[in-house]
């Protein structure tokens, strides 16, 4: 009788050791749910970056544009497309050169 008890003791334990495993592998918070968050988490750190050199560029881009009237002047011909009037403009077709 003592054995019996002992071996249902033992497949009991087994089974709830196999079923804490799939919950521990398998639940919304088990350990594929952490893999994706750390992965997600990698990628939000990579796209930060990103965005921390992008905000470096923009911050010098402003400080050229207030301190260097040679930067406005720059900026104001290449992009808006502006001119002096005693200056000669030629526009060139886009596309490859012959």
Not at 9 to 20: H, I, P, R, S, Y
Not at 44 to 50: E, F, K
Request: a negative charge; charged letters at 25%; proline letters at 3%.
């Amino acid at each position: 009788m003592a054995f019996f008890k002992l071996r249902i003791l033992n497949v009991f334990l087994f089974v709830e050791c196999v079923v804490m495993f799939f919950f521990y592998i398998f639940s919304t918070d088990g350990w594929l749910a952490y893999r994706n968050l750390c992965a997600q988490k990698d990628s939000l750190s990579c796209q930060l970056d990103t965005i921390k050199q992008e905000i470096v560029g923009l911050e010098t881009e402003m400080n050229n544009f207030a301190q260097d009237d040679f930067y406005k002047e720059k900026i104001a011909r290449e992009q808006l497309h502006m001119a002096r009037p005693e200056d000669i403009v030629i526009y060139l077709p886009k596309g490859n050169a012959p």
